[in-house]
Nanobody
Framework: QVQLVESGGGSVQAGGSLRLSCAVS????????LAWFRQVPGKEREGVAS??????TIYADSLKGRFTISGDEKSGLYLQMDSLQREGTSVYYC????????????????????WGQGTQVTVSS
C-alpha cells in the first residue's frame, strides 16, 4: 500500500501561481510511477503530468511550459503551476502506480492504483 496526501491548494487570481505538494509514504519498494491528475465535477479525471524514477516527465499538451512536476517517491511529489487560468480550477490528485515504472499510459488514470484525497484549486478572474 502507498499513502498519498496532497496539500497546497487554494484560491488564486488568473495569472498567479500555486505549488502543490504530495507526501508519499508506505511501500514504495517497487519505485512506483507518480503523477498528478485533476478533475472537475461531471468530467473525467484528466492527466496533468507524470514523473518517473529517472526524472523523466510527461505533460498534458495544453499545460506544457506552465506546469512543472518534480520530486521523487522518497521526498514527495510537487507540481508548480504558473500562469494559472480559470480552466485550472479543479481538484488536483496525486497518484502512484502499483506496478512500478510505467512504459505507456503515463497520463491514463486507469494505470494508477493509489490516490490521494485531492486538493482544491480555484482560479478567479
Amino acid at each position: 500500500q502507498v499513502q498519498l496526501v496532497e496539500s497546497g491548494g487554494g484560491s488564486v487570481q488568473a495569472g498567479g501561481s500555486l505549488r502543490l505538494s504530495c507526501a508519499v509514504s508506505g511501500d514504495i519498494s517497487n519505485d512506483p510511477h507518480l503523477a498528478w491528475f485533476r478533475q472537475v465535477p461531471g468530467k473525467e479525471r484528466e492527466g496533468v503530468a507524470s514523473f518517473d524514477l529517472f526524472g523523466r516527465t510527461i505533460y498534458a499538451d495544453s499545460l506544457k511550459g506552465r506546469f512543472t512536476i518534480s520530486g521523487d517517491e522518497k521526498s514527495g511529489l510537487y507540481l508548480q503551476m504558473d500562469s494559472l487560468q480559470r480552466e485550472g480550477t479543479s481538484v488536483y490528485y496525486c497518484a502512484a502506480s502499483s506496478v512500478g515504472q510505467l512504459v505507456s499510459g503515463h497520463l491514463n488514470p486507469s494505470r494508477y492504483a493509489y490516490w490521494g484525497q485531492g486538493t482544491q484549486v480555484t482560479v478567479s478572474s
